[in-house]
Nanobody
Framework: QVQLVESGGGLVQTGGSLSLSCSASRRTFSSTGMAWYRQAPGKERELVARILSTGGGPYYADSVKGRFTISRDNAKNTVYLQMDNLKPEDTAVYYC???????????WGQGTQVTVSS
């Protein structure tokens, strides 16, 4: 039984910042893949950022590179997304995603709304 609980969404003006967090009810490990996706109305869900422990640095979509930062705390079973210099096109529902290894079980958060006003 794994549940992912998200928090930190809200309404900000263009140029503002928000911090999202997502915590799992189950123990996480250094091998657990953690990611953030988002889905805007009328658009497909897209990968925003992913952080792994298999080597290399985090992945960021080109649209958020330089503005968003993903981080994790395995002891707290939590992944974070720091979003700076927000733009109206960042408006979407943001979902966290965990993939456990070696089972490859996947879980999604409930989603949190991020709205950036102009």
């Amino acid at each position: 039984q794994v549940q992912l609980v998200e928090s930190g969404g809200g309404l900000v003006q263009t140029g503002g910042s928000l911090s999202l967090s997502c915590s799992a009810s189950r123990r996480t490990f250094s091998s657990t893949g953690m990611a953030w996706y988002r889905q805007a109305p009328g658009k497909e869900r897209e990968l925003v950022a992913r952080i792994l422990s298999t080597g290399g640095g985090p992945y960021y979509a080109d649209s958020v590179k330089g503005r968003f930062t993903i981080s994790r705390d395995n002891a707290k079973n939590t992944v974070y997304l720091q979003m700076d210099n927000l733009k109206p096109e960042d408006t979407a529902v943001y979902y966290c995603h965990f993939r456990y290894y070696p089972s490859l079980r996947e879980y999604w958060g409930q989603g949190t709304q991020v709205t950036v006003s102009s």
